[in-house]
């Protein structure tokens, strides 16, 4: 797990470039990216980022893939805070990905466990995620993992928990009541499988989630902590969401340190 503490508008750059990378080594190939898409505050200022590249540098979506990673159950189809319009809204309608190329748990299913096997299969289908850009809770989940998740879950419906849905209540003009109970997440070994997995985490409100993540023992109670278990990892991080990191001077130097032809 690599942790690089740096300035939030620097952190978007850096998880861009991974995507960016992806991108366009992968447009020369035959085999199309796919990505894997976060909702929350976390990757807004990466989705801006990649949206900017796209009109002015010509980076194009064209050939990829995407799976978001979650979805509240049974917020109706044109609710704006369904994560389907959070992720149209804030970058695949902002690029030129194609719209049936962007693929999401459907929260509005007859029949839930269903469409949470048929997303596993639309995943291995598309050859698994390359890149999966994360938030974490201030509770340590990742995507709607909460504590006590199996860490080898994969989709599935979850209950929030009462932190969970006060911390999102304000996406709901601040009504704990109008955020949903329930969701579908792809599950910690979902998430695993990923080739790459790119985490995002600002403010202090993170601190100790970040902490348990990066260096506390790896348990259902922090489900970001089986990170630990996966070969490439990259935590972006600002000060303040790095404020308990037991290393975060081994961190820093690490960085400053790294070797130009080592990328993230
Ligand atoms: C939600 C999402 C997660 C996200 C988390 C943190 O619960 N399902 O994917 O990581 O919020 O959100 P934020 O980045 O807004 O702090």
């Known amino acids: 797990m690599e942790v690089v503490i740096a300035p939030g508008a620097e952190l978007a750059r850096l998880a861009a470039d991974v995507?960016?990378?992806?991108?366009?080594?992968?447009?020369?190939?035959?085999?199309p990216?796919?990505?894997?898409?976060?909702?929350?505050?976390?990757?807004?200022?990466?989705?801006?980022?990649?949206?900017?590249?796209?009109?002015?540098?010509?980076?194009?979506?064209?050939?990829?893939s995407a799976f978001m990673l979650d979805e509240y159950v049974g917020l109706a189809a044109e609710h704006p805070e369904r994560y389907r319009n959070v992720?149209?809204?804030?970058?695949?309608?902002?690029?030129?990905?194609?719209?049936?190329?962007?693929?999401?748990?459907?929260?509005?299913?007859?029949?839930?466990?269903?469409?949470?096997?048929?997303?596993?299969?639309?995943?291995?289908?598309?050859?698994?995620?390359?890149?999966?850009?994360?938030?974490?809770?201030?509770?340590?989940?990742?995507?709607f993992n909460e504590p006590g998740s199996s860490l080898a879950s994969r989709t599935r419906i979850k209950t929030l928990t009462r932190q969970t849905r006060q911390d999102n209540a304000r996406f709901f003009a601040g009504d704990v009541d109008q955020v949903p109970t329930h969701c579908l997440t792809q599950g910690l070994a979902t998430i695993m499988a990923a080739r790459h997995l790119v985490l995002l985490a600002s403010g202090r409100g993170k601190a100790e989630a970040v902490h348990q993540l990066a260096e506390g023992p790896v348990s259902a109670m922090w489900p970001a902590?089986?990170?630990?278990?996966?070969?490439?990892?990259?935590?972006?991080?600002?000060?303040?969401?790095?404020?308990?990191?037991?290393?975060?001077?081994?961190y820093r130097e690490t960085f400053a340190a790294k070797p130009a032809w080592q990328r993230l």
């Open 19 to 31: 995507i960016d990378r992806l991108l366009r080594t992968r447009a020369a190939q035959e085999r």
């Open 33 to 64: 990216a796919v990505l894997g898409l976060a909702t929350g505050s976390s990757p807004l200022a990466v989705y801006d980022e990649l949206a900017r590249r796209h009109a002015e540098e010509g980076l194009s979506f064209a050939h990829a």
């Open 87 to 143: 992720i149209e809204r804030e970058i695949a309608g902002r690029v030129d990905i194609a719209p049936e190329a962007v693929h999401g748990p459907d929260g509005l299913a007859d029949d839930l466990p269903a469409a949470c096997a048929r997303y596993e299969e639309a995943i291995a289908d598309a050859g698994g995620v390359d890149v999966q850009l994360l938030g974490i809770g201030t509770d340590g989940h990742v995507a």
């Open 225 to 250: 902590t089986v990170l630990q278990h996966h070969p490439h990892v990259t935590v972006l991080v600002d000060d303040a969401a790095a404020s308990r990191l037991q290393l975060a001077d081994y």
